[in-house]
């Protein structure tokens, strides 16, 4: 790996955790679960939107600004070198929680939209050419679709889209019919924000790669929900945001495999991406700062870090098991709630309950939801596809994380009964 900053990941951190899970727990951790929405506590079901940080993260925040803050990778004093070592240590526990091979493929980006468009522009620019392929699946949220049509605008490259059933399983058949020898990216979301879909995403890099193609997986809600192997899913890519795994807003990562990332020109260019600069020529720094111009968002990547240490600290195998128990209870819960259809029954799922009520919009269901102190998404949760395929405008959409309890279920069908009294 020419020109890499090679740092080998030895262990993994502990991933399942070493005491029970007690959500109780947990919501004690997270201070605006004690809000009141109009006099009612708060029942927070928009984590796929975002989820709320817990008081290590903030703490982490606050830390940083009180006693730790510079600039990094610049200055020789005291501060700079504690904040460039808490930023590096920050790359290392992302890369062993996702399971990279070496830390310099993690590269720090603004969140999923941005990963993802680095490597259409980077990758995607330099090696894909008229005539080529790039498959997507039709349950994408949009940033996982508009970087790759303007790519296919920009190079006459040509975009193919996997279906997927009623009940939103990717019709694998028709993705195998799509793989030929033009296929030059496959580029799909783990777990779908919009119906909870897992995708089978080792069958589909194995097929990829089986044809010469490479892989993207947008991981924006998967690495919230289960463990990340990214040795084990053998993807090429992979994109996800720190947001949506309790950490800040503003800061993502792009894994990528160090071969890829060694041969792709930078995304943006300035300092801190270059070993030298003169007005002839500049060349440019090793992995992973070549994908990092400017100043970085330092706090956002020590609080990703520290997000990252609780997520470990829960074990992710056990916020997993807890996250699956609640989706089934609350999918057997809202089933009693008449006029109300589910959307999204695939064999595998996670986090996210999608559906819609003949009573009411989705956004009128919301709106009363929310004077219950309940808050979920309505829209069309940037899938328009995915709405399409269904024939809706929005859905109405509860997703869950580690802090979610059988009360918050209870609360939401309880409003739920209250729309259909409402709009009786
Ligand atoms: N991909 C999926 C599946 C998402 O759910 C989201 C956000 O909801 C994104 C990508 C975009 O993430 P971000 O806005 O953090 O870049």
């Not at 195998?176 to 783990?190: E, G, I, Q, S």
């Not at 003949?358 to 309505?378: C, F, K, S, W």
């Not at 024939?391 to 979610?404: C, E, K, Q």
Request: some cysteine; proline content about 4%.
């Amino acid at each position: 790996m020419s020109g890499s900053t090679a740092v080998k990941i030895d262990a993994r951190p502990c991933r399942q955790s070493c005491q029970a899970f007690s959500v109780e727990h947990i919501r004690k951790d997270f201070p605006i679960l004690n809000t009141l929405v109009r006099g009612k506590p708060l029942v927070y079901l928009d984590n796929a939107a975002t989820t709320q940080k817990p008081q290590a993260v903030i703490d982490a925040i606050n830390h940083y600004y009180t006693a730790q803050n510079a600039n990094v990778h610049r200055g020789v004093h005291h501060l700079s070198q504690v904040a460039t070592c808490l930023y590096d240590d920050a790359r290392q526990k992302i890369a062993a929680f996702l399971n990279a091979t070496v830390e310099c493929e993690i590269i720090f980006t603004r969140g999923t939209t941005e990963s993802i468009n680095l490597v259409a522009q980077s990758y995607g620019r330099q090696t894909i050419h008229e005539g080529d392929e790039i498959i997507i699946s039709g349950m994408e949220h949009h940033s996982n679709i508009v970087p790759w049509q303007i790519l296919c605008q920009q190079t006459g490259a040509k975009l193919r889209v996997i279906p997927f059933d009623d009940d939103g399983n990717l019709i694998m058949d028709e993705f195998d019919r799509m793989l030929n020898p033009r296929t030059k990216m496959v580029a799909v979301v783990h777990v779908s924000n919009a119906l909870g879909t897992v995708n089978p995403i080792q069958e589909i890099t194995a097929k990829a790669h089986a044809v010469g193609a490479r892989v993207l997986v947008d991981g924006a809600q998967s690495t919230p929900h289960t463990a990340i192997d990214l040795k084990a899913l053998d993807c090429d890519f992979f994109a996800c945001s720190g947001h949506k795994m309790y950490g800040p807003t503003g800061i993502g990562i792009l894994y990528g495999r160090a071969e890829l990332l060694d041969a792709m020109p930078p995304y943006q260019s300035g300092g801190d991406m270059i070993l030298s600069v003169t007005f002839d020529k500049t060349i440019y720094g090793r992995l992973p700062s070549k994908f990092e111009a400017g100043t970085p968002h330092i706090e956002g990547a020590i609080a990703l870090g520290a997000a990252v240490d609780y997520l470990n600290a829960a074990g992710m195998e056990t916020i997993h098991r807890h996250e699956q128990d609640l989706l089934q209870y609350a999918t057997d819960a809202v089933e009693t709630v008449p006029g109300l259809h589910i959307m999204g029954r695939a064999r595998e799922k996670a986090g996210v309950l999608a559906f819609t009520m003949d009573a009411a919009h989705p956004h009128d269901v919301g709106q009363i939801l929310d004077e219950e102190g309940v808050a979920v998404r309505a829209g069309h949760h940037c899938a328009q596809p995915v709405m399409q395929r269904f024939g809706v405008p929005a859905t109405t959409r509860a997703s869950f994380g580690m802090y979610n309890n059988r009360n918050d279920v209870d609360a939401l069908v309880a409003a739920l009964h209250k729309v259909n009294k409402v709009f009786a």
